[in-house]
């Protein structure tokens, strides 16, 4: 940009470049190559295995975790230390190889550059790797090339472009040779400028390398990539919170633990015991494997439904974000043109289906049921087309080549039963004229009989004016314009078709001559057709209170058009264009980010504002996209999205989840999926934390009033690991609530335990503490146990309190007589399971003598089991006010539980 060669002419560019139109020398190209570099992307990279390894044992929890170890170390403890240690590396490895294996299903390398072209060198033309490409060598290109680096126009035949993994213009592109005029002009509206990474459809062009590799747009976007922070995905964010106050609640408690036995005379060795023993029951030591389970489970779950997560902690991010921000071409559209409406002189036709399939009927919108015009305009679109379509009997797709528009309409022709191939073997074509922008049409003639019919097709006010009828009526002009000007406005790209009598010579000369007198068939109006699933997902997506922008490099009506008709916005709705953008200060920016929905005609640097503008606004974002443009703003999302099919590897490098698919749709599968696993993580820290705080307030209540220490800490980790451990990989399984996707999302500030669990977790704690503490009172002063069987059986209501109070965690507010579980009979399996690995440890000997437990008669089972049901009794009580609260407020949410129920 900073040369603007769009502004330059052809001579001005060759000077500035130093080359000319013979190209350069081979000793000139080597030294060029030698200064400017290879034309090639620097790879991404690579995260080594130990870097990723590594980052495993990261965070303030695990950190507490490895102190604890050391200490117990120190102490001599080592089944604690032992203990610890396997929960670390257990840890380490699950998250390492889900990590590793999601890193290799994903295409990582760039290869939108890699590919040969002809060039000028030394007076011939040659074939070379475009990664010797340097600026000024003189490149030829034709239909189906890839770019290799940016050029200048020089020379041109009727040259089309793919834009659409650059610019997001979903329609192919004319190009010229003519100068711009503004050096500010965004790449989308550079018309003598071909990029990187973009694709000849129509035509053949010779230009003249004006910059190469990272210097190129494609170049730019990955340079910005570099320098783009990564947003953090929002479980990282609130389990980064949570972590920090559990160690900081860890070393507060040790220390009061310590103080409070030392004021009452304990000996001082015997208080630090007690606080290793605090820190060992206020660290949810299960936690880092619990979560990393419920990710991993939801990882698999959403792979199934073509959702494929690259980082762990992203898994439950789609599910927490309440902004979408996507691009159209190719994520809610289908980037295949498809032929939408056809009008004829008597009447209006709508044509359905999408993209290239062929499936499809015609409507009558306005006129007459039978319409023979249409067919007459078909035959001539298929006759004036350069385009191949053949179906696969295999699959039953249409395999294509050629210009788009000239697909679609043999596309459209099909629909109808006609055939080009058939077409032209009845009426041989016996000469064409191409189409050039100069020209603004295309013909083909054919032989009918004893006559040359002259097909045309081509820009609508330029067949109008060669126009003299309308077949076998007169032609109204302004009828014909206001059609025009009707089907522009929907965001519709119109051509015009027309034949007539053409002169017998014609196949002999060298550039036919188009007849004088045309008799107008009519309009056919097409587009980049929306996914038919794409209506469906956005309204899924605002059921679920996540707004959804649209910010598209396309045009305005276009993109206005798609979001009307898709739900994005409705009827009269206003678009902001990257030139509005361009003209805003932040603050003007801000206001408009709050208020609009669609973005129209913007540049890859506008989507980034865009998406940081909403995160400073205190939203979630997850960004989609498909393209090179899209890769800056997908890497600064909370969660990045691109499509794995059409995605291009740039835009996959920079997002953490891709589609397999390309399916809109399935980014609603991610949200309920991740929804889910947000839930289940919720579910699976109340489970730990609560019972962790229960038995914090169990030590602390002994302390207060005297007593022995109600459990060991090689008990408590047993109870915390080897019976809890299995629960949460239960847990973690949960199906899901009912009516998940109906709810709106969480406050992007919201913590893992808000005012309602914080309210439960108390109450919860309190009862476990009070239930252990006067339990081990009474077996102490008043059954007269001695301290081993007054553990030993503390350590077993600990055991069934864990397990009954799995069935209140499956849903914050349904209450537990209303999940079966049968629901989830993995849950049901890990309670059972977990009870039975205590059993067999009371009546094992090294585990009876490692814990220090042994087997109790079948009354203590009975009486244990019913001191444990405290827990069910108090939750299900804390149910029934929220839903009694909740029925008095008219709460949408707070009423879950009656649905539940009823």
């Known amino acids: 940009m900073a040369n603007a060669f769009h502004t330059l002419t052809v001579a001005e560019t060759l000077t500035k470049l130093e080359s000319s139109l013979d190209g350069l020398s081979d000793a000139d190209a080597a030294a060029r190559l030698t200064r400017d570099g290879r034309n090639v992307l620097p790879p991404p990279k690579r995260t080594s295995w130990l870097v990723i390894l590594a980052r495993q044992f990261a965070g303030p929890l695990i950190a507490v975790l490895i102190a604890a170890a050391v200490v117990s170390v120190v102490l001599r403890e080592y089944g604690d230390a032992g203990f610890i240690a396997v929960v670390l590396v257990f840890n380490a490895l699950l998250g390492f190889f889900q990590e590793v294996k999601a890193e290799r299903e994903i295409i990582r390398l760039f290869t939108l550059m890699r590919t040969t072209v002809r060039v000028e060198r030394d007076d011939e033309l040659r074939e070379i790797d475009a990664a010797e490409l340097v600026c000024g060598d003189i490149v030829w290109l034709e239909s189906g090339a890839r770019v290799p680096a940016d050029i200048r126009v020089v020379q041109e035949r009727d040259v089309n472009v793919d834009e659409s993994a650059l610019t997001g213009e979903s329609l192919s592109v004319s190009k010229t040779t003519a100068p711009g005029s503004d050096p500010k002009a965004i790449p989308a509206e550079q018309h003598n400028m071909l990029f990187a990474g973009t694709s000849i459809t129509r035509g053949r062009a010779v230009g003249v390398v004006t910059a190469t590799a990272t210097n190129t747009e494609l170049g730019e976007v990955a340079r910005e990539l570099e320098s783009t922070l990564r947003g953090k995905p929002p479980l990282v964010t609130r389990i980064e919170k949570l972590s920090k106050q559990v160690a900081i609640g860890t070393v507060g408690g040790c220390l009061l633990v310590f103080g409070v036995g030392v004021a009452r005379g304990f000996p001082v060795a015997e208080t630090f015991l007690m606080g290793v023993a605090l820190a060992v029951a206020a660290i949810p030591e299960g936690l880092p494997v619990a979560i990393t389970l419920a990710l991993a489970v939801g990882l698999k779950r959403m792979a199934s439904r073509k959702v494929l997560v690259r980082r762990l902690e992203a898994v439950e991010g789609l599910g927490s974000c309440t902004v979408i921000c996507t691009d159209k071409t190719g994520t809610l559209t289908m980037n295949e043109l498809t032929v939408n409406r056809i009008a004829t002189p008597r009447g209006l036709h709508e044509v359905t289906g999408a993209g290239y399939s062929l499936s499809g009927e015609f409507r009558v919108l306005e006129g007459k049921q039978e319409d023979p015009g249409l067919d007459s305009v078909l035959e001539s679109a298929c006759f004036a087309n350069e385009a191949t379509l053949a179906r696969d009997e295999q699959t ?507």
């Open 396 to 902: 039953g797709k249409a395999q294509v080549s050629g210009d788009p528009t000239d697909i679609a309409l043999l596309v459209a022709g099909r629909k109808r039963g006609l055939k080009r191939e058939k077409l032209i073997e009845h009426h041989p074509e016996v000469a064409t004229l191409p189409f050039e922008s100069e020209r603004q049409f295309a013909a083909s003639f054919n032989q009918q009989e004893d006559t040359v019919v002259a097909h045309l097709k081509g820009a609508p006010e330029r067949i109008l004016a060669m126009c003299t009828d309308a077949g076998d009526a007169p032609l109204d002009v302004e009828n014909v314009r206001r059609q025009i000007a009707e089907l522009s406005a929907g965001g519709l790209r119109v051509l015009a078709i027309a034949r007539g009598v053409a002169s017998s010579d014609v196949a002999h000369s060298s550039v036919p001559v188009v007849p004088e007198k045309l008799s107008y068939l009519g309009l056919i109006a097409m587009r980049d057709a929306p996914r038919l699933e794409a209506q469906t997902a956005i309204r899924a997506c605002h059921d679920a209170s996540i707004r959804v922008i649209v910010a598209t490099g396309d045009h305005a009506l276009t993109a206005v058009a798609v979001a009307i008709e898709l739900g994005v916005v409705e009827e009269g709705a206003n678009s902001i264009t990257g030139q509005d953008i361009e003209a805003m200060s932040d603050e003007e920016f801000h206001q408009v980010v709050r208020d609009t929905n669609v973005f129209a005609r913007v540049t890859p640097s506008h989507k980034l504002r865009l998406v940081n503008a909403l995160k400073e606004q205190g939203e979630l974002v997850a960004m989609t996209g498909d393209g090179a443009n899209d890769a800056g703003a997908l890497k600064a999302a909370n969660i990045g999205v691109a499509m794995g099919l059409r995605g291009t590897d740039v835009a996959k490098e920079a997002a953490r989840v891709v589609i397999t698919d390309d399916n809109f749709a399935s980014i609603v599968a991610g949200i309920e999926e991740g929804r889910i696993v947000h839930e289940n993580v919720r579910n699976v820290v109340a489970l730990l934390v609560m019972t962790g705080l229960g038995e914090v307030f169990a030590i602390l209540f002994a302390i207060v009033i005297g007593l022995p220490m109600p459990l060991t800490a090689v008990q408590l980790l047993w109870a915390n690991l080897a019976t809890e451990g299995l629960q949460v990989v239960g847990l973690a399984l949960e199906p899901g609530s009912p009516g998940i996707l109906k709810r709106p999302p969480r406050p992007p500030d919201e913590r893992i335990f808000n005012r309602m669990m914080i309210v439960r977790t108390i109450l919860v704690s309190v009862v476990i503490g009070v239930s252990i503490t006067s339990t081990h009172w009474y077996l102490l002063e008043v059954a007269n146990f001695n301290v081993f069987a007054a553990s030993n059986m503390v350590l077993l209501l600990l055991v069934l309190i864990e397990n009954i109070h799995i069935g209140n965690c499956r849903n914050e507010r349904r209450s537990g007589f209303a999940n079966s579980p049968l629901r989830n009979p993995w849950l049901l399996g890990a309670a059972v399971t977990a009870q039975g690995v205590h059993l067999l440890a009371m009546n094992w000997g090294p585990t009876q003598r490692l814990l220090g437990i042994e087997p109790v008669s079948v009354g203590s089972w009975l009486a244990m089991f019913a001191i444990s049901l405290s827990v069910l009794v108090v939750v299900e009580l804390h149910k029934l006010w929220l839903w009694w609260r909740g029925r008095e407020t008219g709460s949408r949410e707070q009423t879950s539980l009656l649905h539940a129920v009823n």
